[in-house]
């Protein structure tokens, strides 16, 4: 009954929305591209892909968990002698997903209506899903229970901002979280959270963002690192963010050291061209990544790079002196501040970490990050800068921390291949 009152909700509040979801597909491509395939549409080169198979489905939202679930999706691909099938949420997630795994075995994740759902399921027929982190969608849920295929979530999480509204539903997830087969939480606080709402089998696991690796950094790497001024620090601001009229490139823009070179990465492909009109009026130098990079000159002390493509960020801390990471001077939650800390890179953070506190914590535990606010940001990449020991003893440290804290990759994969193995 509670789903039947769960379908009306969605469709509900799909209708009433309406009006703006249509207007944001007849000016953008991001909510038109693959509509027809969230509604159930399933790709023929996908079919494919997986014809004659037995067929493992991983689900991973956007960059973030497309990355965090990269070495798990490789190891499943070479152990598990099924087809790995990858879906995503959101566009970013999507063409990073099909870069790294195929275009033929990507594909965007149905919405939560049961006519989508089967579709897929029948489509694909998997022996099992995996979730990455917290992709809890009740229709899903049910139809995998239904047909008694195998649902695990790996690197679950509830953060601080979502808890309350899970507790407040708790009638709604309990008999659908009790039916998963296994549920690996990034922390303790995480598995506590998981097991109030019904999944009794949780257990604490690691964070798949702590095995994160840059196997083969991307050529503008490279490309920058050789047009860069001799001896000059490079400031990495990663995965910033925008609250309507507020945005963290203005806030940056006052803080940025005169003799560094600045690489500015806002988080969503949709702001490129805002943060560049913003630069543009700020009266800095700067250049645009896929601009310049037909035409490298040599990046000026005080010059400003935009990143406007997806997918390099990562590799490009490897030439930081000093890495900011974005979604945390507003309320956004923070990003993944751990891409910095295997290239032993000194890191700062805003105060807004909801989104990466276990992580955030284990890091300051170890003086291995900084948390700062808009008014003492400039100083402390300024502090960070004019003192290159400490700013070397910050970034071992967290090179350290990732060290001790990897392996949830490698748990995770013994836990799926135990599952396929079980089953009949």
């Known amino acids: ?81 099924c087809s790995v099938v990858v879906s995503t949420t959101t566009r970013a997630g999507q063409a990073l997903a099909r870069e790294r795994f195929g275009s033929d075995s990507v594909f965007y994740f149905p919405l939560d209506f049961s006519f989508a759902v089967r579709a897929y399921l029948r489509a694909l027929d998997p022996r099992m899903v995996v979730l990455i982190e917290t992709e809890f969608w009740p229709r899903m849920l049910s139809e995998c229970h239904r047909r008694r295929i195998p649902v695990a979530v790996v690197n679950a999480r509830i953060s601080d901002r979502s808890w309350p509204r899970y507790r407040s539903l708790h009638k709604l997830w309990q008999p659908l979280l009790r039916n998963f087969t296994a549920v690996l939480a990034q922390s303790g606080i995480d598995a506590q959270r998981l097991r109030a709402l019904g999944a009794a089998n949780a257990m604490v696991s690691g964070n798949l963002k702590y095995d994160i690796r840059i196997a083969t950094p991307a050529p503008i790497v490279e490309i920058i690192r050789r047009h860069l001024p001799p001896g000059a620090p490079v400031l990495v601001c990663g995965s910033t963010c925008a609250i309507g009229a507020e945005n963290e490139e203005q806030i940056l823009l006052s803080a940025l050291p005169a003799d560094a070179v600045t690489i500015l990465a806002p988080r969503h492909p949709e702001r490129f061209s805002t943060v560049a009109e913003i630069l543009a009026r700020s009266g800095r130098t700067w250049h645009r990544r896929s601009i310049w990079a037909a035409n490298p000159v040599p990046l000026t002390p005080g010059s400003i790079l935009l990143l406007d493509t997806i997918g390099e960020l990562a590799g490009l801390y490897a030439i930081a002196t000093v890495a900011f990471i974005g979604g945390s001077l507003i309320p956004k939650g923070g990003h993944n501040p751990l891409e910095p800390a295997q290239f032993s890179v000194p890191i700062l953070i805003g105060p807004h970490v909801e989104n990466f506190r276990g992580i955030v914590d284990t890091l300051r535990s170890e003086h291995a990050l900084s948390i700062v606010s808009p008014e003492n940001v400039s100083e402390a990449i300024a502090n960070l800068i004019a003192h290159p020991e400490e700013a070397q003893r910050m970034g071992a440290a967290a090179y350290a921390v990732c060290r001790r804290e990897a392996g949830a990759t490698d748990r995770a994969v013994a836990t799926i291949l135990n599952i396929l193995r079980e089953q009949p």
């Open 1 to 81: 009954m509670l789903l039947v009152f769960y379908s009306i909700a969605l469709s509900a509040v799909l209708l009433a929305t309406s009006p703006y979801w249509l207007l944001r597909m007849a000016t953008t491509g991001k909510y038109r591209e693959g509509l027809s395939r969230r509604l159930g549409r399933v790709p023929r080169a996908l079919r494919e892909y997986v014809k004659g198979k037995p067929v493992l489905w991983v689900h991973a939202v956007s960059v973030g968990e497309v990355l965090a679930a990269s070495r798990l999706i490789q190891s499943l691909r070479e152990q598990s002698g």
